[in-house]
């Protein structure tokens, strides 16, 4: 019984088929002769997992894909391909291909049965010296220069819902702007979000945001909300009205006359109190800290992304160069996510890539495959007989 290679098994996840086609769309292999864009992801994502540190070791990493190029249906190529094809194949159909991923994240999402939560938050990828200069130079900002990833995620899934690559100086409200909110949804975010028209539109969409507030907020207290029985770090909880009626001279507050909910934490290692404002009056003030201490998770997120995946040496100077590698590294972390989910495996998702980094090429038995698929009966009958479905 013919077994594909686990590596194999992982771009299960990304169709060959859609990807073929928005390739089409976009033109991206117009004047490709041999190596394809689907070459090239292909070749980047095993470069991401096996930490190729440089092009040259690309290529020559990438050999080892020759034996298995039917299955991948995939082909290695030389340096000077690989490097022709960084700076000149278009990065939209990578784009195209991480969105396809990151919706069957948000699909796991809305099919769960707890609350639907969202982390939402921004990193800089700093782009610095000769070959960078030349184009990041001119949205660079006093803090960073280089690139901005724009990510929302799922703390439960420790996964991204939403990814966008922009410039360093586009504000990370900006971009927040042109996400797609949906109903029903908690989104966690820090204070450089400071809007009230976008917390107004959350909340008509049916949405609850929490965030930190600022502290020249201009709010008038209509009601004490602080239970008797609440924790003594929650020190208050009250329902505000924002004071002001414009929020400059031409933009007018459209939350002005809507009560929100602010809460004040006592935390024991800072010396001033955290401040939360939402519009869940429902939630215990508690769990609403509890909630903005969770964004924590998308920190992490950022961590594990820079630290075991290749973000910190790049295979081209040029921009396209740049966003094809910031894409791959993220296909990578989707697929082995939904792959480690599929095999039903255990453990950290840096101990799993790990071990697969060491077998990418090996053929699962068919007794492993039967014994999982047996358990995964069991589990499923199991379900059913508990109403758990």
Known sequence: MFNSTRFSQMLQALPHQHFKAAVKRCGADRYAKQFTSW????????????????????STASQS???????LNAKNMVRSTLCDALNKRSPEPFRLAC?????????????????????????????????????????????TQGLKVHV???????????????????????????????????????????DYNWWHQIDQTGSFFVTRLKKNANLKQVKNLRQEDAPQFIEADESVLFGKKYLNTRRPNHYQNQAVRRIQVRRDDHETPLVLVT????RPAEEVADLYKQRWQIELFFKWIKQNLKLKRYFGFSENAVRLQIYSALITYLLLHLYQHRSGCSGSISDFAIRLTHSLFERPSSIEQLEYRR???TELKTAQGSLQL
Not at 39 to 58: C, E, F, N, P, W
């Open 39 to 58: 070459d090239l992801l292909v070749t980047l994502i095993y470069g991401q997992l096996v930490q190729a540190k440089s092009l040259r070791t690309l």
């Open 65 to 71: 894909l020759k034996p298995h190029s039917y299955h």
């Open 99 to 143: 969105e396809h991923l990151l919706q069957g994240i948000g699909r796991k999402q809305r099919k769960s049965l707890e609350a639907m939560i969202t982390l939402i938050d921004s990193t800089s990828i700093s782009l610095r010296g000769p070959g960078f200069d030349e184009w990041t130079t001119a949205t660079k900002t006093r803090i």
């Open 152 to 194: 929302a995620i799922d703390p439960r899934q420790t996964a991204p819902t939403y990814v966008n690559i922009t410039a360093a100086n586009v504000n990370d409200l900006s971009d927040a702007l042109t996400m797609p909110l949906e109903a029903g949804m908690t989104y966690v975010f820090d204070k450089g979000y400071c």
């Open 279 to 282: 519009n869940d009056f429902s």
């Open 375 to 377: 358990q995964k009966r």
